[in-house]
Structure formats: structure tokens, C-alpha cells
């Protein structure tokens, strides 16, 4: 059964070239200038997060103009800000494998009330190793990692549930549980390889994360997923495919099957039996790394513990509604009675309906079962197909309307239809095999249908060239009326696959603009420059500076030993918004360190041979910023130079010792 590669590869060239409208340059209207310009000075209306793909990390922007805003450092390290370069960020990094300096960030999702954008939290997560991070959307930095156990690419991943009781993941690659021997053939993936969906609480207040429980499911590949709400709250749905349960040449083999299958799961009640005690703790190892804005310094703790609830003992929690052609996004509308599948190889839509996947249960109007789950008729769930509405359906987001639009990768297109009749209301072509797209609050109770913003695959001729590796593209078009109508191309950081907007109001005020130095609760801060030392202990020193415009304090440190382990504990005394201050020192094996006002900092330095050191200050923080600088002395291991460190006490050059007078 070849043909899917076939399809697969002559649409590929549908969609780097079949598809591309001759007056591509033209397809914008003269009016789109204009709506995507933000004048000097003034806001955008919404922030636009995007998933960083294989950078590992969320860039934010702003929308309309799409203009950068912020990269925010998440898995992979970044020298830039410090992150994991610091030895109060190197926790953040830790895992079960020890420490992890990269990884493939593909989804995200916002904190939500009653199905509704909060502004509290974004959540997103680490496809490769697997783990879950929670951005604070007050500071704009990661706060919290917390590894998966039972866990193989975190693909399905993260999904709020409405009320932000549940951050829901699931595996995209099956495999033995971690309390399971994993030295096993692996063509006995039927028997011994498993899928997990995880359940992570979020606590209310604090947003803490913990990996509650975790269901226990045959082995297939986990794909995408989508809360329930309104009518369907309490419950969440998978994609699901390859549930042939190949393990080699998947392209071939897990699209063999005409329909995979959509995995409809009663969260609530699965909850319930979590609750009253019911599943099985096994032994695992993840770790939890929280970050402290107190101590400005993160913890990593290593659980031990998880509980796994196998659906076969408990068979009113998971039904699977077949659904066509290896499903990709799962997707429910904003009323919460409609759920789209989409089929990467599908040539049509469908849209399942809830009371109707409710009645079908009720009156237990299966079609089998799969590996013991109940399997629903396709047509007793099924609201409909949407028709032609193209080739290769891949996600779909919903405006305020009763609209959605969805993406199709192989005919590179955006499609308009009408969730309640089926109808095709408009086509419009994206440059080039769009994967994810974001409407702000599209995906929610509560869509902002002003914009969406398709994220592309390929750039091929959208900018200029630059070497072999383009940048990938997000395309910004305007939904507010019957016709879409493109407005805007702006390049993304590494890949972007799914994004999240929210309108700006909910957040800017909230905006932390300084740590209050009096609230600085990390162990070596230093919070005047009277108190600034050098203390040695062993062959560790520990150095207590600060950091105001424009000097360290000291700023001459000397008693320094060759194969000293040096900490520079840096605090920057500033309590101004927008006046970080850097630090770096030659020759170390270290990023800078980017420190925010009323923030501590510790940069681990080893002094390898005897000599002068110059450190400084990395970030232009005044006009004297190039004077912000020191020196340290290194001396040879056996020597008796003594600790001493100062600031402003200039030797008169003529009379420093050993210098002959003329
Ligand atoms: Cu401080 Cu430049």
C-alpha cells in the first residue's frame, strides 16, 4: 500500500509550486498597509506566542505589526539572557537524563476561567525530552519545568482543560513504561509498548504543576488534542494514528488503515476514580524544577512516584470514534458541540457532535472495540463532512461567528467554512503548506475573530535569499469580514507550529517592570555596595558585587588562586525598569549574564592560570557603560597573596610599587 506516499509526495509539489498564484506580490489589498501599521510609540492591540519548534524556546509578538517583541528562553539555553548559563537557571535545564540544554517546543496554551483567555500563565511544551513548562505572563520567564514520566515524545501536548484544573498531554511514540523492562524486542510493540495521557494539576493560586495521574492506553501514536467545553466540558479528544501499531517505515505502514481514530475521554470522571483512590503507583523518575522571583533562584526536585490508571479497568472513562486518514488536529468549536478531525491525507472534514457521541454511548452503538476500548460508529457520531474543502486538513481554529478555518498543508491554502451547515464560505492561499494557524482566543469559549495568523512551512521566494536555510513564515490575514484578505508576511524564530494570542489589555498592566531589592530573598544578594566582599572558602570563593551605573562593586579583586572555583554573586542595585546590567569575564567557559533591576545573579567562573582578568558589563546601561568594568588577579597556587578586593582606590601611577621613578 504505497499510495499514500504517492499522494503525499506529488502534493508536496502542489505545495511548493502547483499552488502559487501568479500575482503572488499582488495579493494583498492596497488597504493592508495600513492596517498593520502601528505608528512609532504606539502598542499593538493583541500579543501573538509562538512555538519556537527545534529552537526550543517562545517568541512573542506583537499583532498587528508583527514586530518582535521578546524571545523567552524555555528548553534550550540561551546566552543571550543567561538562561541555564546562571548557576540560578541550570536547575530549570535538569531532567531524569541529567542536564538537557535543548529541545523541540511545538504547542502552547493559555491559562483559562470558564473557557476563557486569563492572562495568568502560557503553558508549553518539550516534544523530544518530555516535559510541560509554565510561562508567568507578569515576568515573561519560564517559572516552573516539570518533566513526564511513562512518557516518549510530548506531542500531544500542552491542553488546558476550561478552568485550568488540568494541563493534559499525551505520547506520540508508544514504548515500555519506565517501570517496565525496556530491553525488549521491539517487534513486540503489541505487547509490550503502551500510550499515556497525563494529567498535570495546576494549582489555582500558585499555578505549581504535578503530574496527578496518568491513563494507561494501547500502544498507537498520540497527535493533537482539544478540550471540551460548554456542553462538553469534563471531557478531551485525541487524534490518534498509526493504530496499525507499526514501528518502521511509518509512512508506509500507519496509513494503511482507511480511518485511525479520535480517543473521546471523560476526563471528569477518570478524575473521580483518581479521587477516590482507585489506579496503581508505580516507581518513575522526573524531575520538577520551579523557579523562585524571591530567591531569583530555581529548585529541581526528582519525583519518585506516579499513578497509572490502566482504561482497562476502568471502561467508562475512554470511548474512540473512528475518524479518516491518520487524524492530525482535533479541534471543538467555541459552543463545545463540535469536534473537527483532520486527516492529514483526508480530501474532506469531519465534524462530530457531542450529544450525539453521548447518545451513541448511551444506547452503546459501537462498532466493536479497539484493544478493549468501545469503539463508536463513525456515523452515529458524526455531525458531517465538510466537502472538498481541500487536500491535507491539518488544524482548525474558530472566530467569534460561528466560522472556522482551517489549514491545509498539502494545497497550501486557509479554508473558511461554516461550522453548523458545512458550507464553504472562502479560500485563501498562504505561501507556502501552512501547518498550524492562531485566531486570539480561538480555541476558547471566547474568540477575538479580528486576525489570523497562518504559520508556514516554506518560505521559497517570500524574502530575500539568505543561504540554503530560509526562515519560516507567519502570514497575517484579516478575518473580520465574509472574504479573508491577506495583510501580512513576518518571519519566525526557529519553527513555529501552534501559537496563542490574546488581546494586550489583559496582560500589559500586569507587567513586572523591577524586582523590589527589598524583597531579594537569594542567599548571597548584596544590597548596598558597603556590604560588597570576597570570602573564601576552601578553594571556592565567593564573590558579593553589585551593580549600579556604572561600576561594580569592588571592581579590584585579587587573592585569587589558580584552580579557584569563583562565584561572582552579581546584584544589580538599580530599581529602575529597563536597566539590566551584564556580566562577563575573559576566557570563561560561560554566557554573560543579563542581570534585571533588583535581581542576583551567580556566574561560576574557574580560575584555570595565573594573570589579569578584565570583567564587564555587557549591557549598554549609560553613557559611562564603557567604563562599568574590573580587573581580577589570578595568582599561582602556592602564592600568599591574600584575599582583597575594593572600588575607587586609584594607586598614584607614578608611585606604585616596582615602578621606577624617572
Ligand atoms: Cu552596566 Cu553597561
Same mark, same amino acid.
Given at each position: 500500500m504505497i499510495i499514500p506516499a504517492v499522494v503525499l509526495s506529488s502534493a508536496?509539489?502542489?505545495?511548493?509550486?502547483?499552488?502559487?498564484?501568479?500575482?503572488?506580490? =499582488?495579493?494583498?489589498?492596497?488597504?493592508?498597509?495600513? /492596517?498593520?501599521?502601528?505608528?512609532?510609540?504606539?502598542?499593538?492591540?493583541?500579543?501573538?506566542?509562538?512555538?519556537?519548534?527545534?529552537?526550543?524556546?517562545?517568541?512573542?509578538?506583537?499583532?498587528?505589526?508583527?514586530?518582535?517583541?521578546?524571545?523567552?528562553?524555555?528548553?534550550? *539555553?540561551?546566552?543571550? /539572557?543567561?538562561?541555564?548559563?546562571?548557576?540560578?537557571?541550570?536547575?530549570?535545564?535538569?531532567?531524569?537524563?541529567?542536564?538537557?540544554?535543548? %529541545? =523541540?517546543?511545538?504547542?502552547?496554551?493559555?491559562?483559562? &476561567?470558564?473557557?476563557?483567555?486569563?492572562?495568568?500563565?502560557?503553558?508549553?511544551?518539550?516534544?523530544?525530552?518530555?516535559?510541560v513548562a509554565r510561562i508567568d505572563l507578569t515576568t515573561f520567564r519560564t517559572a516552573e519545568i516539570l518533566e513526564i514520566p511513562n512518557t516518549a515524545g510530548n506531542h500531544s501536548s500542552p491542553f488546558i482543560t476550561e478552568n485550568s484544573e488540568y494541563v493534559i498531554t499525551g505520547t506520540r511514540f508508544s514504548v515500555p513504561m519506565d517501570y517496565e523492562p525496556g530491553d525488549v524486542p521491539i517487534e513486540s510493540y503489541k505487547k509490550n509498548f503502551k500510550g499515556t495521557v497525563s494529567f498535570i494539576s495546576v494549582a489555582p493560586e500558585s499555578g505549581e504543576m504535578n503530574v496527578a495521574f496518568q491513563l494507561l492506553l494501547p500502544g498507537m501514536n498520540?497527535?493533537?488534542?482539544?478540550?471540551?467545553?460548554?456542553?462538553?466540558?469534563?471531557?478531551?479528544?485525541?487524534?490518534?494514528?498509526?493504530?496499525?501499531?507499526?514501528?518502521?517505515?511509518?509512512? *508506509?505502514?500507519?496509513?494503511?488503515?482507511?480511518?485511525?481514530?479520535?480517543?473521546?475521554?471523560?476526563? /471528569?470522571?477518570a478524575e473521580e476514580y483518581f479521587k477516590a483512590g482507585k489506579g496503581t503507583k508505580r516507581p518513575a523518575k522526573y524531575a520538577h524544577n520551579v523557579y523562585n522571583d524571591e530567591t531569583h533562584t530555581a529548585t529541581s526536585t526528582m519525583n519518585t512516584e506516579v499513578t497509572v490508571m490502566d482504561v482497562k479497568d476502568f471502561p467508562d472513562i475512554v470511548y474512540m470514534i473512528p475518524c479518516p486518514k491518520s487524524p492530525h488536529g482535533c479541534d471543538v468549536d467555541p459552543t463545545g458541540e463540535y469536534i473537527v478531525g483532520s486527516g492529514k491525507l483526508a480530501a474532506l472534514i469531519p465534524v462530530f457532535s457531542f450529544s450525539k457521541i453521548q447518545k451513541a454511548i448511551a444506547d452503546k452503538?459501537?462498532?466493536g472495540d479497539y484493544e478493549g476500548i468501545p469503539v463508536i460508529k463513525y456515523e452515529a457520531a458524526l455531525h458531517g463532512e465538510v466537502a472538498k474543502p481541500g487536500l491535507g486538513?491539518?488544524?482548525?481554529?474558530?472566530?467569534?461567528k460561528g466560522n472556522a478555518y482551517? &489549514?491545509?498543508?498539502?494545497? $497550501?491554502?486557509?479554508?473558511?467554512?461554516?461550522?453548523?451547515?458545512?458550507?464553504?464560505? %472562502?479560500?485563501?492561499?498562504?505561501?507556502? $503548506?501552512?501547518g498550524h494557524l492562531s485566531i486570539p482566543g480561538g480555541d476558547t469559549k471566547k474568540p477575538y475573530g479580528k486576525y489570523l495568523i497562518a504559520y508556514n512551512k516554506i518560505t521559497k521566494d517570500r524574502y530575500l535569499p539568505t543561504g540554503p536555510e530560509l526562515s519560516q513564515s507567519a502570514q497575517l490575514i484579516d478575518i473580520s469580514g465574509e472574504k479573508m484578505k491577506l495583510l501580512a508576511d513576518y518571519p519566525s524564530i526557529g519553527e513555529p507550529h501552534y501559537a496563542q494570542s490574546l488581546p494586550a489589555d489583559l496582560i500589559k498592566e500586569k507587567s513586572v517592570k523591577i524586582f523590589k531589592l527589598d524583597d531579594n530573598k537569594h542567599p548571597y544578594a548584596t544590597k548596598g555596595e558597603k556590604e560588597s566582599? *570576597? *570570602?573564601? =572558602?576552601?578553594?571556592?570563593?565567593? #564573590?558579593?558585587?553589585?551593580?549600579?551605573r556604572s561600576h561594580f562593586s569592588p571592581d579590584n579583586i585579587e587573592g585569587i588562586k589558580e584552580g579557584d572555583e569563583v562565584y561572582f554573586h552579581v546584584t544589580n542595585l538599580e530599581q529602575d525598569w529597563d536597566v539590566p546590567h551584564g556580566f562577563a569575564i575573559k576566557g570563561a567557559i560561560n554566557a554573560?549574564?543579563? #542581570?534585571?533591576?533588583?535581581? &542576583?545573579?551567580?556566574? /561560576?567562573?574557574?580560575?584555570?592560570?595565573?594573570?589579569?582578568?578584565?570583567?564587564y558589563c555587557t549591557d549598554f546601561c549609560s553613557a559611562l557603560h564603557q567604563e562599568m568594568s574590573g580587573y581580577i588577579r589570578v595568582s599561582a597556587k602556592g602564592s600568599n597573596v591574600p584575599i582583597a578586593f575594593s572600588l575607587g582606590k586609584n594607586s598614584d601611577p607614578d608611585a606604585a610599587a616596582g615602578t621606577p621613578t624617572p
Open positions: 508536496l509539489l502542489i505545495g511548493a509550486s502547483g499552488c502559487k498564484p501568479k500575482n503572488a506580490g =499582488d495579493a494583498t489589498g492596497s488597504d493592508a498597509a495600513a /492596517k498593520v501599521y502601528v505608528p512609532p510609540g504606539k502598542y499593538d492591540e493583541f500579543y501573538n506566542f509562538v512555538s519556537g519548534g527545534f529552537s526550543g524556546q517562545v517568541s512573542v509578538y506583537g499583532v498587528p505589526s508583527g514586530r518582535l517583541l521578546r524571545v523567552i528562553p524555555v528548553f534550550s *539555553v540561551d546566552p543571550e /539572557k543567561g538562561w541555564g548559563f546562571s548557576e540560578e537557571t541550570k536547575p530549570m535545564l535538569n531532567t531524569s537524563h541529567g542536564s538537557v540544554p535543548w %529541545d =523541540d517546543q511545538h504547542h502552547l496554551a493559555l491559562s483559562q &476561567t470558564d473557557g476563557v483567555i486569563d492572562g495568568r500563565w502560557i503553558f508549553a511544551n518539550a516534544n523530544n525530552t518530555p516535559r498520540f497527535d493533537l488534542s482539544h478540550t471540551g467545553k460548554g456542553p462538553s466540558s469534563g471531557w478531551f479528544f485525541f487524534s490518534c494514528y498509526n493504530s496499525e501499531q507499526a514501528h518502521t517505515l511509518l509512512e *508506509v505502514n500507519a496509513s494503511k488503515r482507511d480511518k485511525d481514530y479520535i480517543l473521546a475521554v471523560n476526563w /471528569k470522571k452503538d459501537f462498532d486538513p491539518l488544524h482548525t481554529e474558530f472566530d467569534d482551517t &489549514t491545509f498543508f498539502i494545497s $497550501s491554502e486557509v479554508v473558511k467554512w461554516n461550522v453548523k451547515n458545512l458550507n464553504i464560505i %472562502d479560500r485563501i492561499p498562504t505561501y507556502y $503548506s501552512p566582599k *570576597v *570570602v573564601r =572558602d576552601g578553594n571556592k570563593v565567593h #564573590v558579593y558585587a553589585t551593580m549600579v554573560e549574564l543579563l #542581570v534585571m533591576p533588583g535581581e &542576583t545573579s551567580t556566574f /561560576k567562573w574557574i580560575a584555570a592560570k595565573p594573570g589579569i582578568y578584565p570583567f
